[in-house]
């Protein structure tokens, strides 16, 4: 084995030291997430695996080889109950895996696929049973060693659910390219909306200190295909960009680099003046664009497959180049230049609306990005949160997919639950991200789906991406709830392909975390499919949206109003009165529905054809108005938020009758979560049916529960330490 240098080999040290810990401390099985490797009980299905898998055979010495062998033998050892011999050719054996990129393939197993390599890219895998001089084996190979190692975790999902692994042919490949985790983790280890402990990344010991979470976070990203992550938060700090850090950056990359990830960084728009020493951030200004140009040199140097940067510019009080009245475009395509001779990518966020804008907030990234359709440089990505206000529990789709056919659209989903409970609600969101990507933009007629508008397909773009802004923090089970490893897990698999249905990711992630026991499976996904809805119920119902507690948004805040700037207050969202509720967005108010192609915006404009979970979103509604279930548009508010209280209740009767099949640890973090989300939700029910009723003036459906507070009592509430970050 040849080590580049001293730090490369302390790394595998450090890896080989840890990977022994990861999947075998049962003390610990949270933190080995989906990748658990249990034992196969069926006895045939054992015999089954260990006829057809008798010995390992690497092809290649690369790092990442070097790792799928780790991963295989840990894994199959653990599951199979068996010890693997490791081959280096064929000799007379029969039943091998083998695994190796197609350069290292021998003419015999090239010759076993003749038609396969054609229909994978650079990260897809081909995993075939294949007979090469008279034996039979399983090749798993791709075009590069990472399509290797997706291949190798793929194969092993096979056995953790326990398929049968007879005449396999299995050729996949992502459908997008840039998969990153946004870590929104500041250099002080805080988090910015995390809530599963303090930042994994430990800044003051790195770079010779190499805590082996980072090569298991690796892990976990490679086994679904994640390929990227941005260590710092979009509310950046200048100082990553210095040597100090950068020598650490660089320290991560090189643990990443096996796994295919790639390390990005946030790029704060006045770093040329804060660690620079100019006197302006101009993107016009030649001492500026030189800065930029030498400090991504310098970071090439340490990093030769640095990914780029992600910028938050002129967003929420960020600096960026409208401060100089120049525009987004000349902000990011200056960053685009100087990472161009590199290969790096700018990701620039759409995420933008201003106080002096009097216009709905809804509007203002459309009004304001897409007039620049086709002037971004080809190595730039307009970031686009998945709706258009704030990862809300429910938003319509962003209007922006689909209006902007020569610019690549990148997706933003938050992993972490800003807006949805935190880590101590069980929410499953793969369910809501399917729900956006499924969503028919219409821009180029009937199927014009935002999934289509992410992977390219729909106007030809060259580059593609999908981010999730992580929920991973350094909680022994890394997301603080059990269950939120479901949403990593989902969006990985989302990312790789966005078409992925959300029941598929659902009885995956529950058969590799817990247990292939189906009554179990069946139970538990119906619960994370109905987990999403539920929280919706108990928190915004009906379209509502944006009305939590400020500043940490813990908990409901339909009342408050007192906020310097105006589209921060919950009363611009929901403008109750003795009229009604709900944001006019029809032509006939702020006109959003504008945005989207006319199809889809007389489908949100008019009361009758807008779907009744965008009710409220789209329209001003009187109290007495007749849903189309025949309720009053009180009372199925008042019954959604009930519903939704109900919802939980029966996760928690659920939950408590899979005892058996889940070990005490994990089994008693999700029931205590339960139990606090359902104290949760009845405090959002309560709580906000209490304020609108002021306005409604409507007796509560005898199906509600009643409290016994008043709505003083909720609105005395305070949490000066809730987390925030
Ligand atoms: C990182 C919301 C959040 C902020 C976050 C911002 C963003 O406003 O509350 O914490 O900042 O979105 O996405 O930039």
Not at 411 to 432: A, C, D, N, R, W
Not at 625 to 640: C, D, F, Q, R, S
Request: hydrophobic share 40%; net charge neutral.
């Amino acid at each position: 084995m040849k080590y580049r240098n001293k730090r490369v080999f302390l790394i595998l040290f450090t890896f080989c030291l840890s990977w022994n810990t990861f999947a075998n401390t049962p003390k610990n099985k949270g933190y080995n997430l989906w990748l658990q490797y249990e034992t196969v009980n069926n006895v045939a299905l054992k015999k089954h695996y260990q006829n057809r898998i008798q010995g390992l055979m690497p092809l290649g010495d690369s790092q990442t080889i070097q790792y799928a062998y780790k991963e295989l033998e840990l894994a199959l050892s653990a599951m199979l109950d068996k010890a693997f011999i490791s081959v280096d050719n064929t000799k007379n054996l029969n039943n091998l895996v083998v695994f190796g990129s197609k350069s290292n393939l021998t003419k015999e197993f090239l010759k076993a696929l003749p038609n396969e390599f054609h229909k994978i890219n650079d990260e897809g895998f081909i995993i075939k049973a294949v007979s090469v001089k008279g034996k039979n084996h399983i090749l798993i190979t791709g075009k590069t060693d990472v399509g290797v190692l997706y291949g190798v975790f793929r194969f092993l999902r096979v056995i953790q659910m326990h398929r049968s692994i007879e005449n396999l042919s299995m050729i996949d490949s992502p459908a997008i390219q840039v998969r990153t985790l946004n870590h929104w983790d500041n250099l002080d280890r805080t988090v910015e909306r995390g809530y599963a402990g303090s930042s994994i990344w430990d800044w003051h010991r790195l770079p010779d200190y190499i805590d082996s979470r980072y090569i298991d976070y690796a892990r976990a990203n490679a086994s679904v295909g994640i390929n990227g992550t941005v260590l710092t938060n979009v509310n950046a700090n200048a100082l990553i960009l210095t040597d100090q850090y950068l020598e650490k950056v660089e320290a991560l990359s090189n643990v990443f680099r096996p796994f295919g990830i790639k390390v990005y960084l946030t790029a704060r728009f006045s770093a040329p003046i804060e660690i620079g020493g100019l006197e302006t951030a101009d993107p016009y200004n030649e001492d500026v664009k030189n800065w930029w140009a030498n400090k991504a040199k310098a970071i090439y140097e340490r990093i030769p497959d640095f990914g780029g940067f992600l910028v938050k510019a002129n967003s929420e009080g960020q600096p960026g180049p409208q401060n100089y009245n120049r525009n987004h475009v000349d902000g990011a395509n200056m960053l685009a230049n100087a990472l161009k001779p590199f290969g790096g990518i700018v990701m620039w966020r759409a995420f933008v609306y201003s106080e002096h804008d009097v216009t709905d907030r809804a509007k203002q990234a459309y009004s304001e990005f897409v007039p620049y359709d086709g002037q971004f440089k080809d190595n730039v990505l307009v970031q686009v949160k998945n709706g258009a206000i704030d990862f809300q529990p429910r938003e319509p789709f962003h209007p922006m997919f689909g209006a902007m056919p020569k610019t690549p659209l990148m997706m933003e989903f938050q992993i972490t639950q800003e807006y949805l409970g935190f880590s101590t609600h069980t929410v499953f969101l793969p369910k809501l991200y399917e729900e956006v990507l499924q969503s028919d933009t219409y821009a180029q007629g009937k199927g014009s789906t935002v999934a289509k508008v992410i992977d390219g397909s729909l106007s030809d773009v060259k580059l593609t991406g999908m981010a999730g802004v992580s929920n991973i923090g350094s909680d022994i089970n890394w997301t603080g709830n059990v269950f939120l490893q479901a949403n990593w897990y989902g969006f990985g698999r989302l990312a790789w392909n966005p078409n992925t249905s959300s029941k598929t990711i659902a009885d995956e992630w529950l058969r590799l975390t817990f247990s292939n026991n189906n009554n179990f499976v069946d139970a538990l996904t119906t619960m994370l499919i109905e987990s999403r809805e539920a929280v919706v119920n108990y928190m915004t119902p009906l379209g509502l949206h944006h009305i939590m507690g400020t500043g940490h948004h813990y908990g409901p805040g339909p009342w408050v109003s007192n906020l310097s700037r105006p589209e921060w207050n919950p009363v611009y969202y929901h403008k109750a009165d003795e009229h009604g509720i709900g944001f006019n967005r029809t032509h006939s108010g702020s006109n959003a529905v504008e945005q989207y192609e006319p199809k889809v915006a007389n489908m949100f404009n008019d009361v009758n054809s807008c779907p009744g979970e965008f009710l409220l979103w789209f329209h001003h509604v009187p109290w007495d108005y007749k849903l189309k279930n025949g309720e009053t548009l009180w009372n199925g508010i008042a019954l959604k938020y009930q519903e939704g209280v109900n919802q939980v209740k029966n996760m928690i009767s659920i939950w408590d009758k899979m005892k058996p099949y889940v070990d005490e640890e994990r089994f008693n973090n999700v029931k205590m979560l339960l139990s606090i989300q359902f104290k949760e939700a009845k405090w959002w029910r309560d709580a906000c049916l209490l304020y609108f009723q002021q306005f409604s003036k409507m007796p509560l459906p005898k199906t509600v529960d009643k409290t016994e507070q008043n709505l003083d009592y909720f609105m005395s509430l305070e949490f000066p330490f809730a987390p925030k970050d």
